[in-house]
Every structure is written in structure tokens, then in C-alpha cells.
């Protein structure tokens, strides 16, 4: 299996710009999560999907970030406009249907540098 | 040791020797596990303790969890280069979401 699939590996881009991060997870995993890794917050969980439906956003900063999964083997995180504070790695990460015990498979994640 | 508000810590040892790290969470959990990322990668799932669980083992990873105290340690033994590393533990609340610590940055000298 070729596991998690993130793409770009790393954006740059100007403030105010639209930026879209994109996934696929690994085949027949229902769940999908965004997750989001500073230095000053760690890691932080975004929204997660189950079964392609978004279960909770909670963890989205604001109304400029926004994520689909239109079907099983694809997302897309989507950030309109920018800002330098978004700077930061984007990881998604898929896990198995079940499962009790609930282990994440990451992607290599998305450096994005806002300027 | 870890937890959500507290600052990642570091350590460096010498290859062959035993690394420690510690966690704590703050509520009942369904289980606690431990991630790897390894610099510029996505984390790698290492090991899961259920609550039920005190001790588990796999390969030279030794992971202990004391739910009265609310705290696990991840213990790798014989320490090589290629552990550098930064360690997660993540704990399950039993909500679908892994609420994952700062970090334990630990580096292998050879």
C-alpha cells in the first residue's frame, strides 16, 4: 500500500492568496483527519471526516479554512485568503473502519510558508 | 514529560544507552499510544497501551501506563542513531480524536 498521499510537499505563497492542500488516504479507511503541527501549539486536529461526512470542525480556525472529501480517496484543505500565521505543516492522516483501538497512518505532510 | 500545555523536551544520549520519556494526560482514556517523527516526515505509529494494560512491549520499545497518577512512559532500550527522533504520545478519549502532546525531541549520538 502506498499510504498516505499528501500533496504539495511544500507551498509557498504570497498573503492573501488561495492555497489548497490535498490528500488521499490509504484504500478502505473510513476515517480522514486534518491535523496542523507549529512549534508553539504542536499538533493540532482541525476537522475529521467519517465515511467522506465532516463529523467535527471544531479544532478550523476560522472561516478562511475550509475542507471537503467528495469521495473516499480524496480531501482537500483549502485556506482563502492566507495569512503568515497560517505558516505551518499540514498533515492528513487516515485510520481503519473497525478498529476499537483507533492508530493513525500520517501522510508526509505539506510545508506551507505564507509570506 | 508531556502534556498539552508544557513545552517539548529534549534529550541526548549516547548510542547503547536506555531513553525515557514521560506523559500525562488529565482524563479517563480508552488507551494512550506512541508516535515517531522522524525530522521533515509524518509520525509513525509505534505502540498502543490499552487502559486496561500497565506494561507492553514490542522489539525494544517498553511502555508503561499508571492510570491513578495519569501518566505513561515509553521506554526504548539500546538506543541506535536511527531513534533520533521526536516521540508523541497521543491518548484516546474514546471520541475519535487523538489528542496528541508537544513532543519528546531525542537524539542519538553515535
Known amino acids: 500500500d502506498a499510504g498516505v498521499i499528501q500533496s504539495p510537499r511544500h507551498e509557498v505563497t504570497e498573503m492573501g492568496q488561495e492555497v489548497t492542500l490535498r490528500c488521499k488516504p490509504i484504500?478502505?479507511?473510513?476515517?480522514l483527519f486534518w491535523y496542523r503541527q507549529t512549534m508553539m501549539r504542536g499538533l493540532e486536529l482541525l476537522i475529521y471526516?467519517?465515511?467522506?461526512?465532516?463529523?467535527?470542525d471544531s479544532g478550523m480556525p476560522e472561516d478562511r479554512f475550509s475542507a471537503k472529501m467528495p469521495n473516499a480517496s480524496f480531501s482537500t484543505l483549502k485556506i482563502q485568503p492566507s495569512e503568515p500565521r497560517d505558516s505551518a505543516v499540514y498533515f492528513c492522516?487516515?485510520?481503519?473502519?473497525?478498529?476499537?483501538?483507533?492508530?493513525?497512518?500520517f501522510g508526509s505532510g505539506t510545508q506551507l510558508s505564507v509570506l | 514529560s508531556q502534556q498539552g500545555e508544557e513545552d517539548p523536551q529534549a534529550l541526548s544520549i549516547q548510542e547503547g544507552e536506555n531513553a525515557t520519556m514521560n506523559c500525562s494526560y488529565k482524563?479517563?482514556?480508552?488507551?494512550l499510544q506512541w508516535y515517531r517523527q522522524n525530522s521533515g516526515r509524518g509520525l509513525v505509529h509505534l505502540i498502543l497501551?490499552?487502559?486496561?494494560?500497565r506494561e507492553k512491549h514490542s522489539g525494544r520499545l517498553r511502555v508503561t501506563l499508571d492510570t491513578s497518577k495519569k501518566s505513561s512512559s515509553l521506554l526504548i532500550t539500546a538506543s541506535r542513531a536511527a531513534d533520533t527522533a521526536s516521540y508523541f504520545c497521543?491518548?484516546?478519549?474514546?471520541?475519535?480524536?487523538?489528542?496528541f502532546g508537544k513532543g519528546n525531541q531525542v537524539v542519538v549520538i553515535p
Open positions: 497521543a491518548t484516546d478519549y474514546g471520541n475519535n480524536r487523538l489528542a
Open positions: 482524563t479517563s482514556i480508552n488507551n
Open positions: 484504500s478502505g479507511h473510513d476515517y
Open positions: 492522516a487516515s485510520s481503519k473502519p473497525g478498529q476499537g483501538d483507533r492508530k493513525l497512518f
Open positions: 471526516f467519517n465515511n467522506n461526512v465532516p463529523i467535527d
Open positions: 497501551i490499552r487502559s486496561n494494560e
